[in-house]
């Protein structure tokens, strides 16, 4: 009896670090778990100083919860690279990874040599996004059908925010949706106060400095400047000086005579990243030509893509009138919003762009709504450029299915980690209808003799009604890249954790008295 005692502790002790990270990454998932799918409920964060947030998307909470244990901040890195590579599916990732570490940790705890448990975790992931990508139903174009009920899956339901999402997809075009570094989440921008709309253009984030002037602008040239519209600088030793000072004069003379080169190019609005010389704004003022002072390095660049313009240094205002014409950008349309207090530009003759604005009634909704609306527009993105499958956990059904068929070839242990990687693409399903109010046992099994019967991958769990229904004429669709970077990012960071042997505390830096 006092042997066996003693085998049973020396097993909990081998065990321990990883039964304690797993516990952790259970704490973890159970924070975002109870928000999937359209029966999925809100989460309230609360602060030290009594501020409340409350919603339901996972890397919003995992990054507001206080989490100080190792292995869960790992689960936070699954969320913020699906945030960073997709911008959507960062609970479904935070889900999947959670499933791995505990059906690992199951394997493991029996007896199956870690090692082969991750090899295997590894191999079967890798057949999971061959066949998730073999079962993707490419968008044919931006009017497809699908695109719409994608943006109003990721946007909660929310039909007014997929028509903008949906709208401003058709305004920049397939081409900018697919081109690489693009992010169409970015064109959406939250205001209390304003309409929610599609503006075919950019909005620059400040005030003109004359806001006296007359607001609109047609046909207006673009001065972009990374640097100050002021004369350059004499060094104050340089000014006691007579060559100094008459070099001083020489120079404001010269930047007096820019500006009346400027008037004469016909320039509209100038744009600079730091202050403006007073002078020149008197100038700008009295020949109605509207200026912005620090605008952002962002602002800057979306006003130099749109409109064409070449960002130049101050010194380029001593040029030629040819030379400087070839860097000025071109806009049909430049005014002032005084609603939203941002700078409207539209129909540059640079790239296209569009802004999604969306409004609400007080502050806290319009950063909520707007957080959805960049998760509808990163779904519909990576439909245009990946295609999509059935949604609510019915693919990966399917995939299961799959790799269940492979491993009963298998001939090694690294079956067992395949087996690990199958039941985990089992819990998305099972989370949904756990959190629509059914038995996830009952209708995991239904389903799965559903869709092996019909052989279709588009059979699903109806949460409203409980029975199995075909996701693909219901039009409950997901983004095929969504699912596949979030099994793979779950992927990497379960295998590290199912890894980790043990958990050393660093010791604090030496600092010299």
């Known amino acids: ?26 704490a973890i998932c159970s924070a975002v778990e109870g928000t999937l799918g359209p029966k999925g409920l809100d989460t309230m964060l609360v602060g030290t100083q009594g501020e409340v947030i409350i919603t339901n998307d996972g890397v919003t909470i995992l990054e507001k919860m206080d989490v100080t244990h190792p292995a869960a901040r790992l689960m936070i890195q699954v969320a913020r690279s699906q945030q960073r590579q997709i911008g959507d599916g960062t609970t479904t990732a935070t889900v999947l990874a959670g499933a791995l570490v505990q059906e690992g940790v199951a394997q493991v705890t029996r007896g199956v040599p ?24 490419a968008i044919v174009d931006l009017s497809d059908a699908a695109m719409k009920r994608i943006a109003i899956t990721a946007g909660r339901e929310q039909a007014d925010i997929a028509k903008l999402i949906v709208s401003a997809a ?47 602008r047609r046909d207006a040239r673009i001065l972009v400047l990374h640097d100050a ?5 004499v060094s104050e030793e340089s000014l006691v000086t007579e060559a100094g000072f008459q070099r001083y004069m020489q120079l404001k003379e010269q930047f007096r005579s820019s500006l009346g080169l400027l008037l004469e190019l016909g320039v509209g609005l100038i744009a600079a990243d730091r202050g403006v010389d007073p002078e020149a704004e008197q100038f700008c003022s009295d020949h109605g030509i509207l200026v912005l002072q620090r605008l952002s390095r962002r602002d800057l660049q979306l006003l130099s893509e749109h409109t064409g313009a070449r960002p130049v240094r101050r010194t380029a205002l001593s040029k030629s009138a040819v030379e400087l014409a070839a860097a000025l950008g071109q806009a049909g349309y430049a005014a002032y919003d005084e609603r939203l207090e941002r700078v409207r530009v539209a129909h540059g003759h640079g790239d296209q762009h569009v802004t999604i604005i969306v409004g609400a009634a007080t502050r806290e909704a319009a950063h909520e709504r707007s957080r959805i609306a960049k998760d509808a527009a990163s779904a519909v993105q990576a439909a245009v ?3 999509y499958l059935p949604g ?18 298998m ?7 395949v087996g690990v990687v199958a039941e985990a693409l089992r819990k998305p399903l099972s989370q949904i209808v756990v959190n629509a109010g059914y038995n996830p046992l009952e209708k995991v099994e239904e389903l799965k003799a559903a869709q092996i019967a019909l052989k279709t991958d588009s059979l699903g769990i109806d949460c409203d009604t409980g029975q199995v229904t075909d996701f693909l004429e219901a039009g409950i669709v997901d983004p095929a ?16 954790v199912l890894r980790i042997h043990t958990v050393i505390k660093m010791k604090q830096p030496f600092e010299e008295a």
């Open 1 to 26: 009896m006092s042997g066996m005692k003693t085998v049973h502790s020396e097993g909990e002790e081998r065990f321990s670090t990883l039964v304690n990270n797993a516990a952790a990454v259970r």
């Open 170 to 216: 058709a305004a920049v075009g397939e081409t900018k949706l697919r081109e690489e570094g693009y992010r169409f989440a970015d064109s959406v921008i939250a205001h209390e106060e304003a309409n929610s709309e599609v503006w075919t253009g950019i909005l620059l984030n400040q005030k003109p400095m004359n806001l006296h002037l007359e607001h609109e």
């Open 229 to 233: 519209l002021e004369p350059e600088a």
């Open 481 to 496: 890249d969504v699912k596949i970077h979030a099994l793979q990012a779950a992927g990497e960071v379960a295998a590290a």
């Open 392 to 409: 609510g956990g019915a693919a990966e059904m399917a995939v299961a299915h799959d790799l269940e068929r492979v491993r009963e070839t």
């Open 411 to 417: 001939k090694g242990m690294e079956s067992f980690g």
């Open 385 to 387: 450029r990946g295609g």
């Open 114 to 137: 870690v090692a082969k448990v991750v090899s295997g975790m590894l191999q079967g992931i890798e057949l999971a996004v061959e066949s998730l990508r073999s079962r993707s139903r």
